[in-house]
């Protein structure tokens, strides 16, 4: 795996910034925000500089019951090859739920969900995988998500789920620690178990990333100063395996460059600290192998060569390195580390396969259904979760939509979160947010708001220009009758 670095998230508001910050080896931007064809000059620059630049796709669910979406892995594939990258990193989440696999309405969730931690979710998630994996041109990573509730029924740790998805399909994992400290509080899972029960010879890279937490619920807001718990979890990492590489993670609030740049000097001395660490480990491996063979201070392989270092850790069995066919064997397969003979839902392969992503689809049509459209929630679930977490989607989609339509909140005012929200309750998102954006706005106006005339007015007229098969203000007609007006008002 290529040698990345120190690197940081690549956002517009911050692109100016992060060109001029020392020490930046690479960068990751949203795949979702970048247009092959008109790559912004700022990634342009830093491409030029020798500055990698690795695309981070969400929206591709590669956790949902669906196979991956052909279009969305076309377009990420072009992503890669325009920006030169050496891999593309996505989600162990879902996203959508519902359509025809299941007979029920299309959501969205506009967010990453997480999927069942059981062997049935793993063998689908297995099989989308490596139909990514065959339709990139660029080795993925998929990244450990967090998560406000538990599913039912759940059969392994999240540990030891990576490490099987690794070990069946030859993912990289690109292992967010914010998202470990995320389930620590949320979930009870101990992070340092997670790191123990990964292959951690998988992993591309680390996120590290700030949150918050508000009445004993940790939410992963990206907003926020990296905390210590966080960087003690990359610490704890960087003890057991030298990560390719380490990213902040920042998507709002964005401080001043220098607070950006400071907390970046803070992740590369935990990354650092915890080198220390794994050499010091090596060293007192080294030496106990070297005393066991009666040769004090020289620890010896099978081929007669000193065993140092890295190589003294990475004997099979070792921490920090599984053998092949490991998850299978601890699952008690017979069929080795590909899993040959198993197909969705421990089926045969192509026998009920379909059957069983219906049955994944409907457990997450039903989990979505309840967070974004009200209805009950399934059996098993923690309610008050549930709901806390239907609240967190929600504000999440006001915010998204008040960014990709800012005209919204001007022409609403005050008026726009509370009006969202409401609307939010009983239309849930269908087809992104830009369409969400044009739907709130088209159910305003239809029930004779707002109640404002000269808001209602320029809403109307907002709505007009967007709500066609292209812009009002670009047709021929719009522009001579924009252009009459102004010279008649010149008069």
């Known amino acids: 795996m290529e040698r990345l670095g120190t690197g940081i998230g690549w956002r517009p508001e911050i692109a100016d910034a992060v060109e001029r910050m020392p020490g930046i080896d690479w960068v990751e931007a949203v795949a979702e925000n970048v247009c092959p064809g008109h790559l912004p000059d700022s990634l342009r620059r830093l491409r030029e500089r020798g500055v990698t630049v690795v695309p981070h796709g969400v929206s591709l669910g590669l956790g949902g019951a669906d196979r991956p979406d052909a279009g969305r892995l076309t377009a990420l594939a072009e992503r890669a090859e325009a920006l030169g990258s050496p891999l ?33 979710a793993l063998d689908v998630l297995c099989e989308n995988v490596r139909i990514a994996q065959d339709a990139l041109p660029v080795p993925l990573a998929v990244e450990n998500i967090a998560a406000l509730i538990c599913w039912p029924g759940e059969e392994m740790t999240e540990g030891q789920f990576l490490y099987d998805l690794a070990d069946r399909t030859g993912v990289r994992l690109l292992i967010d620690v914010a998202n470990l400290h995320t389930n620590h509080v949320n979930r009870g899972e101990d992070p340092s178990k997670a790191l123990a029960e ?10 590290v990333a700030g949150g918050v937490e508000r009445d004993g619920v940790w939410h992963d807001s990206h907003a926020h100063p990296v905390p210590r718990p966080v960087l003690d979890i990359l610490t704890d990492l960087a003890s057991r395996v030298s990560p390719p590489g380490v990213l902040l993670e920042r998507d709002e609030d ?50 007669g060569e000193p065993l140092v270092g890295v190589r003294a850790t990475r004997r099979e069995g070792a921490r920090g390195e599984a053998p092949a066919g490991a998850g299978a064997a601890r699952r008690g397969d017979e069929t080795g580390a590909a ?20 049955r994944l689809g409907l457990a997450q049509a039903a989990l979505l259904s309840a967070l974004v459209a009200g209805t009950p929630v399934p059996e098993g679930f923690d309610r008050a979760r549930v709901g806390v977490q239907a609240r967190a989607l929600a504000a999440k989609r006001a915010d998204v939509v008040a960014k990709v339509a800012p005209e919204l909140p001007v022409i609403l005012g005050a008026e726009y979160r509370s009006a969202f929200l409401g609307y939010a309750q009983s239309h849930p998102m269908t087809d ?8 709130f706005a088209e159910h305003l106006l239809s029930t004779g708001r707002p109640g404002d005339t000269r808001a209602r007015r320029e809403l109307r007229q907002w709505w007009l220009e967007r709500s066609g098969p292209r812009p009002r203000s670009r047709r021929p007609a719009d522009r001579l009758a924009r252009a009459t007006r102004r010279v008649l008002l010149r008069r």
Request: hydrophobic content about 40%; overall charge negative.
């Open 198 to 207: 990964l292959p951690l010879e998988a992993i591309a890279y680390v996120h």
């Open 339 to 358: 899993g040959a003979t198993r197909g969705a839902f421990g089926l045969p392969p192509q026998e009920g396969a379909d059957e069983a992503r219906q």
């Open 254 to 303: 964005f401080p001043e460059p220098a607070e950006l740049e400071n907390e970046l000097g803070t992740i590369r001395r935990a990354w650092e600290a915890g080198a220390v660490e794994r050499v010091k480990t090596e060293l007192r491996s080294a030496a106990a192998g070297a005393a066991a063979l009666g040769r004090p201070g020289e620890a010896r392989g099978g081929d």
């Open 432 to 439: 992104g947010y830009r369409r969400d954006a044009l739907t």
């Open 88 to 120: 593309i990193t996505e989600h162990i989440a879902f996203v959508r739920a519902g359509g025809p696999l299941t007979a029920s309405p299309r959501l969205e969730a506009g967010h990453l969900l997480p999927v069942p931690r059981t062997r049935d």
